[in-house]
């Protein structure tokens, strides 16, 4: 059978999580260190099972493995590489929950220490242990360890940004753009990237892909966060005082009074579920969520003629396409033109 | 990125009954009959986007989990 023949489906979350299971087993060296690792690795699968039933793809399993077949035609050679992405993605995961003092039960008894130490070896040093054994040239391994340091920089940055905004009266539309491009962007565009330089494409075609993923980590991550504003029972991101791109872009049309005033409700809204709902009624009313909207479906048509243009093989530039529209799910043309 | 021609469109959305109506029938020759100069990426944002959606509407399509 030729390799375009093969179905990228042919690997599965379930093929990930037991690779990343193994490689846990074998790099730790000592027991202590592997059972920090499987209580953080225990979270992962309800995590991907939550992506699954709300988009039916998981990122970090998906785009490395339909890019590789979207150049070579087959995705098992990068499942050890789904799941290096998967335990960056869970790395950042537990950093994350660690940033907004939001530890899951599986880590009762554990000290932040100890989370820390946890969110380090999978974010960064499994999955330099699993980059190090994949079945490449030294110089194709060069190349992916450079777009990995770059991307851990990269998303680093957006994450400092975001927490520098945290609270803050005067975030602007574009910084807290530059933190998701940073944050999610960049994250998606590495392991589309990572996908790309293992399965051999040249240069161009990398980037091209690279675009894919930072369009759909953008697009993503916006609609996620109209979702957590508007339509969320409790707002996470308004009891954190995160200031999302709703939010900064109303804020940085107000001046005087009006600013004072809504700054206050932000304030209030951190810990009162009635001020929360008025936040997102101002907001809706004065265009805040069509504008994030709109911006969410720019990065997404971005991605989209990036895809284009890296002409991927079948059916993997499908699934990439079917996965790019699952984001906005109809918001776009296309489901408009379905809808007659 | 033309982020302000982007406010522009939006407040001119919120405000104006008669250029909802008109975005809904053909929102590029909308768009383009009250100056608002919108780059290639926006364009493409624009034509995709369905305007006759309410934002009830909008928002049930939009995921919730994002990907992330």
Known sequence: ?340 | MSYEAIGQLIDRWMNDASFRAALRVDAEAAVRQVGIELDPDAQAALKSIDWSLSDADLMSRVSAAGGA
């Open chain 1, 1 to 340: 059978m030729e390799q375009a023949e093969l179905r990228p489906e042919a690997v599965s979350v379930a093929d990930v999580l037991a690779r990343l299971q193994a490689s846990v087993a074998e790099a730790c060296v000592d027991p202590a260190q592997r059972r920090l690792l499987q209580v953080a690795l225990s979270g992962l699968n309800g995590q991907f099972q939550r992506s699954i039933a709300e988009l039916g793809w998981v990122h970090c399993v998906e785009l490395p493995l339909q890019v590789h077949a979207a150049v070579r035609g087959d995705c098992a050679p990068a499942l050890p590489l789904a799941a290096l992405c998967s335990s960056i993605f869970l790395g950042l995961d537990i950093f994350d929950d660690l940033a907004d003092g939001d530890e899951p039960e599986r880590w009762r008894g554990y000290s932040p220490g100890q989370i820390t130490l946890a969110a380090a070896l999978t974010a960064n040093v499994l999955p330099a242990w699993l980059l190090a054994r994949l079945p490449v040239s030294p110089e194709r391994l060069l190349l992916m360890q450079r777009t990995l340091a770059d991307g851990y920089l990269r998303m680093a940055a957006g994450q400092q940004s975001d927490l520098a905004m945290t609270g803050s009266a005067a975030p602007q539309a574009t910084e807290v753009e530059a933190s998701v491009l940073g944050k999610a962007g960049e994250q998606f565009a590495t392991y589309a990237a990572l996908g790309a330089q293992l399965a051999g494409a040249e240069p161009a075609r990398v980037a091209l892909f690279a675009s894919v993923g930072r369009g759909l980590g953008i697009a993503g991550q916006l609609a996620s966060d109209c979702f957590e504003l508007f339509e969320a029972g409790f707002s996470r991101d308004l009891a954190a005082g995160t200031r999302t791109l709703p939010i900064a872009w109303y804020l940085q049309r107000l001046d005087g009074p009006a600013r004072e005033d809504f700054l206050q409700l932000l304030d209030n809204a951190r810990s009162d579920r009635q001020a929360q709902l008025k936040v997102a009624d101002v907001l809706r009313a004065q265009g805040a969520l069509r504008y994030t909207v709109f911006i969410a479906e720019l990065h997404r048509q971005r991605a989209l003629r990036a895809l284009t243009e890296a002409a991927p093989r079948e059916p993997a530039g499908s699934r990439l396409r079917a996965m790019l529209e699952s984001v906005m799910a109809g918001a776009g043309g296309q489901q408009r033109e379905e809808r007659g």
